[in-house]
């Protein structure tokens, strides 16, 4: 007999009290912890409230494809206000981070089709290949100036960097030339300001945004001050793109970007794509960049692992002579590796959606409409979902049949990651060139935990060891 949604274990009754408790805990940087606390103590589904957000979580594959299954046809994650506040506080349209219903959908179909459909890989190799080249030299030319031999450093900078020139390279088919060592102090800023955007993003989820603005909380302010730098560089890039294209100098070029070929399409208005352009160039920094590094730190923890993966590498390069696509089709080790990272680290410690309908999971009733949460850190440990989940072993994704509901660092369905298909290119041709050239060791004994600030970061710096083969 299914029981009733009140029946469902947790805490929802006082949302203040939770949200007093949940802060003396230090939630606001331990969410994934206090999650993963929270199934081991209610089991596979509970019942939260936390200030004014409420949820129900759940951990295994099966509740997973019930949640997706009555997504419908509009899915709609949790709506992340101090995002949409800031929208509307400065009268900016929302891009398809932001959009739903179908508004979303229209704009999400025209967008699919330029950043995530197969056919735009070709477009988007040569560019990335080329970035990956570029911080390889970066990296020799570092290890020639230490006089040592190697480069010792704190890679966070430098990653940023890289996918910051990546992404901006597909979206505006040019250049911004951030592998050099002069950094403009604009670009330096908007990278700064993304950081801050999503540290200052976490604490304002249990609070209304609108209270905070109006007692004129430091949390808004700052936020404020952060996104107003990440659209006013934003908006120079694309301004500049727009300039060169109705003045058309030269020879068009092969390929000219996911921003002009909207532009050219003239399916959407400009102010959408202005809107989701500038979402694709935030999103695209410190996701792919921190996944790097938790891939970096693992192949210096396992040291056999990172020879295998070299060892693949080196065959695909042998056997594609050269062709990057081609080259995509043969790592799936390397492909394994990055899904590894994602499990044990992953960018998103839940998936989210108000569901459409209603179901039934674990033999309870929630009522459509009802906010579910999918926790997907807590699942990436589960040692009933994953056997030995503290290992890092890549090799356990080359077995298809296994891998029902599990595989969800990008989310899943319509509303999955519209950046997906950059973020793997970018992070596969990293891996390739840094597997090619370097060894990657780190200091011992230093274990790095993560912290929650909106996405998952590692808690410290992470010292590497580059050494040319
Ligand atoms: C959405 C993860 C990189 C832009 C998402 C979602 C996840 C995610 C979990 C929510 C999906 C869902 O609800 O089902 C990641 C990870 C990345 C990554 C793990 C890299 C390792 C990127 C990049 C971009 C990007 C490079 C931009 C180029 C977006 C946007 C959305 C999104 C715009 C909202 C899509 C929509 O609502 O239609 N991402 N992401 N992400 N991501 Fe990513
Ligand atoms: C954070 O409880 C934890 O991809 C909350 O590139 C629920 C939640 C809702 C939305 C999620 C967010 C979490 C983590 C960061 C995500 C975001 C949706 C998109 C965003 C997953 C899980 C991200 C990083 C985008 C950001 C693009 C933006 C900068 C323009």
Not at 156 to 179: D, I, N, P, T, W
Not at 186 to 205: R, Y
Not at 381 to 389: G, H, L
Not at 414 to 421: L, M, N, S
Request: hydrophobic share 40%; net charge positive; glycine share 6%.
């Amino acid at each position: 007999i299914v029981k009733p949604f009140s029946e469902i274990p947790g805490l929802w009754k006082n949302g203040v009290a939770n949200l007093y408790n949940f802060w003396k805990l230090d939630g606001f940087k331990n969410l994934h912890r206090i999650m993963l606390n929270n199934f081991n103590t209610f089991g596979p589904i509970y019942r939260e409230k936390i200030g004014y957000y409420e949820s129900v979580n759940i951990i295994n594959p099966e509740d997973a494809a019930t949640l997706f299954k009555a997504e419908g046809h509009y899915p709609k994650r949790l709506k992340v206000e101090p995002w949409t506040s800031y929208r509307d506080y400065r009268n900016c349209k929302y891009g398809v981070l932001l959009k739903n219903g179908e508004d979303w959908r229209s704009n999400r179909v025209i967008l699919n089709k330029e950043v995530i459909s197969l056919k735009v890989l070709e477009n988007f190799v040569p560019l990335l290949d080329e970035v990956g080249l570029d911080f390889v030299d970066r990296v020799n030319k570092k290890i020639n100036r230490s006089g040592q031999n190697r480069w010792t450093t704190d890679l966070s900078q430098e990653l940023f960097k890289y996918a910051l020139e990546s992404v901006s390279s597909v979206l505006y088919g040019e250049r911004l030339g951030l592998m050099l060592d002069y950094i403009d102090p604009e670009v330096q800023h908007f990278i700064d300001c993304i950081t801050i955007m999503f540290k200052t993003t976490s604490p304002m989820l249990y609070i209304p945004p609108s209270l905070l603005r109006k007692i004129g909380a430091k949390v808004w302010r700052d936020h404020v001050e952060a996104w107003d730098g990440i659209f006013n560089h934003a908006d120079r890039c694309i301004q500049k793109i727009y300039r060169d294209l109705r003045q058309e100098t030269g020879t068009p070029k092969k390929y000219p970007g996911v921003l002009a070929s909207l532009l050219m399409l003239d399916k959407l208005s400009i102010e959408d794509i202005k809107a989701s352009v500038t979402e694709l160039m935030a999103g695209g920094v410190d996701t792919t960049s921190v996944t790097l590094m938790w891939t970096l730190y693992e192949l210096a923890k396992h040291p056999n692992l990172q020879e295998e993966l070299r060892a693949e590498v080196a065959a695909a390069r042998a056997e594609s002579q050269g062709d990057m696509q081609e080259m995509l089709k043969r790592i799936p080790l390397v492909k394994g590796a990055l899904k590894e990272t994602l499990r044990l680290h992953p960018v998103a410690v839940n998936l989210q959606r108000y569901i459409g309908e209603d179901v039934i999971i674990q033999n309870y009733h929630i009522p459509a409409g009802t906010l579910v949460q999918l926790g997907l850190y807590a699942m990436g440990r589960d040692p009933k979902v994953f056997s030995r989940p503290e290992q890092y072993r890549p090799s356990r994704w080359l077995r298809t049949e296994t891998q029902y509901f599990r595989s969800l660092g990008f989310g899943f369905g319509p509303r999955q990651c519209v950046g997906r298909r950059i973020a793997e290119t970018e992070m596969q041709i990293f891996l390739i060139h840094m597997l090619e050239n370097f060894r990657v060791e780190k200091q011992r004994h230093v274990e790095v935990q993560s912290t929650f600030q909106l996405i998952l970061l590692p808690d410290k710096p992470i010292i590497f060891t580059l050494k040319p083969l």
